[in-house]
């Protein structure tokens, strides 16, 4: 299933953000959580009744695009 594996993308890169972030490198952490983002939209996109927390995530971070 294409959109879980957008999610288990996503997924990766957000776990590889809160370690980044956890070593205060907030830059890099910055560009991980944004890259888990665009994967989580394109999941979104594909199964939009699927991933309500990663909805919520993207929301409460002023990641959500206008069109999801």
Known sequence: DLAQ???N???IYHYQAVKASEKQN???SKELF???AEYW???LKL???N???VRNWLKITGRL????
């Open 65 to 68: 695009e206008d069109s999801d």
């Open 51 to 53: 991933y309500a927390g």
């Open 5 to 7: 594996s957008y999610n």
């Open 34 to 36: 944004d890259k888990a």
């Open 26 to 28: 907030l830059e890099v």
């Open 41 to 43: 939209r394109q999941a």
């Open 9 to 11: 993308i996503a997924v």
């Open 47 to 49: 199964a939009p009744d």
